[in-house]
C-alpha cells in the first residue's frame, strides 16, 4: 500500500530548528511535485513550501528564508529544514506529492497523515 509517512515533529524553543521528513513507503516509480502544508488551531491550512511539476519551489512569505524544501529521489523522501523557528510556526504540518507507482500508472495526489510541530520556550 503506497502512501506518505511524516516525521520529525516535536518541541522546539524558539530559535531552534527540525527537520521534517516525508517518506513515501510501498513500491514507487517517481514522486513529483511535493508540498508541506501547515495549519495551527482556528486557522485555515496554508501552503508552506512546494515544488512545481517544473521544478519552481514557492515559499510562504513568512517562511522565506528559514525553511527550505528539499527532495531526496533515491530515497523517495521529502525534507523540510525549519530554522529560526518562531512560536507562530506551531502547527500540524503535513506533506502532499504526486505519486506514481509504475511507469504505466496515472499519478496520484497524495498526502500524509501530519506531525505536530510546537514552538515554546
Known amino acids: 500500500q503506497v502512501q506518505l509517512v511524516e516525521s520529525g515533529g516535536g518541541l522546539v524553543q524558539p530559535g531552534g530548528s527540525l527537520r521534517l521528513s516525508c517518506a513515501a513507503s510501498?513500491?514507487?516509480?517517481?514522486?513529483?511535485?511535493p508540498g508541506w502544508y501547515r495549519q495551527a488551531p482556528g486557522k485555515q491550512r496554508e501552503l508552506v513550501a512546494a515544488?512545481?511539476?517544473?521544478?519552481?519551489?514557492n515559499y510562504a512569505d513568512s517562511v522565506k528564508g528559514r525553511f527550505t524544501i528539499s527532495t531526496d529521489n533515491a530515497k523517495n523522501t521529502v525534507y523540510l529544514q525549519m530554522n529560526s523557528l518562531k512560536p507562530e510556526d506551531t502547527a500540524v504540518y503535513s506533506c502532499?506529492?504526486?505519486?506514481?507507482?509504475?511507469?504505466?500508472?496515472?499519478?496520484?495526489?497524495?498526502w500524509g497523515q501530519g506531525t505536530q510541530v510546537t514552538v515554546s520556550s
Open positions: 510501498g513500491s514507487i516509480f517517481s514522486i513529483n511535485a
Open positions: 502532499n506529492a504526486v505519486l506514481r507507482r509504475t511507469p504505466e500508472t496515472m499519478p496520484v495526489l497524495y
Open positions: 515544488v512545481s511539476s517544473t521544478g519552481y519551489t
